[in-house]
Structure formats: C-alpha cells, structure tokens
C-alpha cells in the first residue's frame, strides 16, 4: 500500500480529477505531509494568472520540502491538471525539473495508469478517494467547452466538450450513496449540455431522471447551468420532479450590459434578465447565484452603471465578482479599452459591499424558521458546533450554517431554528 500526499488546486471538477485518479492506484494511504509520502500529486489550476502562480507556487514549495531527503526515500512527484494543459511539459519542465511526471487534463482517465507504470507497480481501482467527508460529492458530468467566450481559456486547457455516459454517471452516483454521503452536486464547464454530444443525442433531464430517484439521495444540485440551456422543458421537468432537486441555480452571466456582453461572446447579450424572470416564473422561491466579471475591456462607466442596476434588483442569494484578467490565448486579451487596475478593483468593491448587503437582508428573512440543515464537519475551534448547509448553500462557495444541539454529527440532516443571521453564514439551534 502506497502513502499518498496530495493537493488539489482550483475548482471543483479537478478535485473530482484528483479523487478519481487516487482511487484508481489501489489501495493507498493519504499521509497529511509530503516527507511521509510514496507519492506526491499536485492537481494544478491555470485558468488565470493567479492561479498558474499559486499552481507554481505550491509545487516548488513541496518540492523544497523533501529536497533534502535521500534519494531512495525522496517521494515520486507526479503534477498534473490545468497547468500541463495550458502549458504543456515542454514549456514546464525546464523550469520545474523536480517534477517527476506531468500529466495533461486532456488526459485524465490515463493519470492513474501512467503514475503505476512509472512506479513499478500493478494497480487495483478501488473506485473514488471521496475527500469531502461523509455530506456530499461532486459528481462530474462532462470535461472541456464548446463556447468560445473571448475571456476564457478553458477549451484551449480542457478541449471540446465531452459528455460522461449516463450509464457511467449512474454507477458513480450509487457508489457514493452506497457510502452514506448525502448530497450531490453536479459539475462541469456546462451542466445544462450534457447529453448534445453523444450519439445519439441526449438531454440533461434524461440524465435526472436516473439520478433523482436513487436510493440514499437527500439532494441534488445543479452547479454551472449556461443561461441558453436552461429551457422551459428543463425547468418545467424541474419543477414537477421536485426534491431531491433542490431549487438552486448557479447561473454564470458575467454582466448585464448589452455591449459588454457582446464582446465577451455570451448569451442573452440584449437582456441577461431574460433567464432570470424565467427561472423565477417556475420557481419563484429559487436562490440564484452568479459570477460577474468587472473591468472588462471597454466597460464604461454607463455599463457599471447598468450592471450595478442589475444586481441590486435581482437580488442574487450568491454572487462571485472577479476583476477581469488578460489571459494569454483569449481573444479578450488584445481587446482596447482597458481599464486600470485600480478602477477595476474599485468597481469591484461597489459590487462586493452591494451583495453583503443583500445577502444579509435575505438571511435575516430566515430568522426564526425551522428548516433541514445538511451537516458537513465539526468547527475545531469550537467544541459542539459544527459547519452544515441549507438547501440554498452550496458547499465551498456559499456561506454556512453554523449549527449546534442534540442530534448534530457529520453527514446528518437535522431540522434545526436559525437563530441569527450573519451578512453570509446563518446560525442555528437543533431542539
């Protein structure tokens, strides 16, 4: 049995990467330092600037950690995810010749098969290494993008889109539940496609259909959902299903302004309010979150001005804002009309202070209302009082629901009083 020592980096499908790729070498045992290791593995991000850094960043810095160990004791080093993808081992290994063996993420379901062969050793696939406890899972339902949105680097680092079979993601999702786990998200560049590109054609509700009703699913959420593919006949199916679904939207508009969004190559570039009264007009109580990109090229001041507009009276549950960023490879990237950097971090702030306030008003709406709280892990701080979710959060990017009282424990759904709102997080109290 191999000691493993792993770090996933970025978002959630390349920690179901990771998780994939440790199940597949066998039996192993995770060790929580890198001198401790057989194996270490990196899972990088490169989606933006900060991210290759951090990426970088992290794999010097472990790499100095076990530099000084002999060489028959040093572990074997195996990088892999976005960074390869964008880059390619030919432009990283001069710079980073630690590294063992780097692996691309167009690649991913040779990753476990290429660490074995270079260890020497015959592997067992013991099915996912799950690494978000005992609540919930990831499950990823597609790899790469067919849109070309002009800030985007993603289908040059991840490729085409790439539905998984449903059959594939059916056995998967069982053998989560089968392990207790409670809640799944689904992930991908765009949930809503899944299905387009096989043969013959599928739609996302037919995948639902098999998921929903699996025996041990508490919830299911949808994460990522492109506004084109959010139809009447998804949500009308949505609708009528009912729980587990539960009525959460992570829909990734970007902005509001007509221009901005037209340079940007997204949908619903005349009125982004298009999808959002949609989805309201099927789920009235739905919480909706989104990501919007500020200080994109040429954004004036009116554009601001229009987006600002726009989320103050949409009254998103959870907003993500990021200053734009000029990848290298995105057609954004030799677009006039730049904006500086300190009026971009500016516009920025405005948005941020405008969702706190938001955001605190709709908690204080569930103040002194009893509702199912999903537990996900004890605060260490603090003895009896444990991190959970309501239906309307996400886990990892939404606030919490800091909960305590009888019943409470990893992977239990307690019906519990919230008893105080926070701008993001909530606080609740079990009988």
């Given at each position: 049995m191999i000691s493993i020592y792993s770090i996933s980096l970025g978002c959630p499908k390349n920690r179901v990467d990771t998780e994939r790729c440790l199940g597949g070498l066998g039996p192993c045992r995770p060790v929580d330092s890198p001198e401790k290791a057989d194996l270490v593995f990196i899972n990088t991000c490169g989606f933006i600037k900060p991210a290759v850094a951090e990426s970088v960043q992290t794999i010097l810095e472990t790499a100095e950690a076990v530099a000084n160990m002999p060489a028959g004791k040093r572990p074997f080093l195996a990088v892999a995810g976005c960074l390869i993808g964008r880059y390619g081992e030919a432009g990283l290994a001069p710079d980073l010749p630690e590294v063992d063996l780097f692996?691309?993420?167009?690649?991913?379901?040779?990753w476990s098969g290429m660490i074995l062969s270079r260890l020497g050793l015959a592997?067992?696939?013991s099915g996912r290494l799950v690494s978000t406890g005992e609540a919930y899972a990831w499950l990823k339902i597609s790899e790469g993008c067919n849109h070309r949105c002009s800030f985007c680097t993603i289908p040059m680092i991840r490729g085409p889109f790439s539905s998984s079979p449903c059959e594939k993601l059916v056995e998967?999702?069982?053998?989560l539940l089968g392990r207790g786990i409670s809640e799944l998200v689904l992930v991908a560049q765009d949930v809503s496609a899944w299905g387009h590109d096989l043969k013959p054609p599928k739609r996302l509700r037919g995948l639902l259909e098999k998921l929903l009703p699996l025996s041990g699913l508490k919830r299911l959420r949808l994460m990522y959902l492109y506004p084109t593919g959010l139809t009447d006949d998804l949500l009308g199916f949505l609708r009528e299903a009912g729980p587990p679904f539960v009525p959460y939207f992570d829909i990734p508009l970007q902005h509001a302004s007509a221009g901005v969004l037209s340079r940007?190559?997204?949908?619903?570039?005349?009125d982004p309010g298009v999808v959002v009264r949609r989805v309201r007009e099927y789920f009235p109580e739905a919480a909706l979150r989104t990501s919007i990109i500020v200080g994109f090229p040429g954004e004036s001041e009116?554009?601001?001005a229009t987006l600002v507009d726009f989320v103050r009276e949409t009254r998103f549950h959870h907003l993500g804002v990021f200053a734009f960023q000029a990848e290298e490879g995105a057609a954004a990237a030799k677009m006039r009309g730049k904006i500086p950097a300190k009026v971009k971090e500016e516009?920025?702030?405005?948005?941020?202070t405008l969702q706190r306030e938001i955001s605190q008003e709709i908690l204080e709406e569930y103040v002194g209302r009893r509702m199912p709280v999903l537990v996900d892990a004890p605060e260490p701080e603090w003895p009896g009082l444990h991190a959970g979710r309501t239906w309307f959060q996400a886990p990892e990017v939404d606030g919490k629901t800091y909960v305590s009282g009888p019943g409470v424990a990893p992977g239990a759904v307690v019906e519990a009083e919230i008893t105080e709102a926070l701008p993001y997080d909530l606080v609740a109290l079990t009988d």
């Open positions: 692996l691309d993420s167009r690649d991913v379901s040779a592997g067992q696939p998967e999702a069982q053998d940007m190559g997204r949908p619903f570039a005349q009116e554009d601001f516009r920025r702030d405005v948005i941020m």
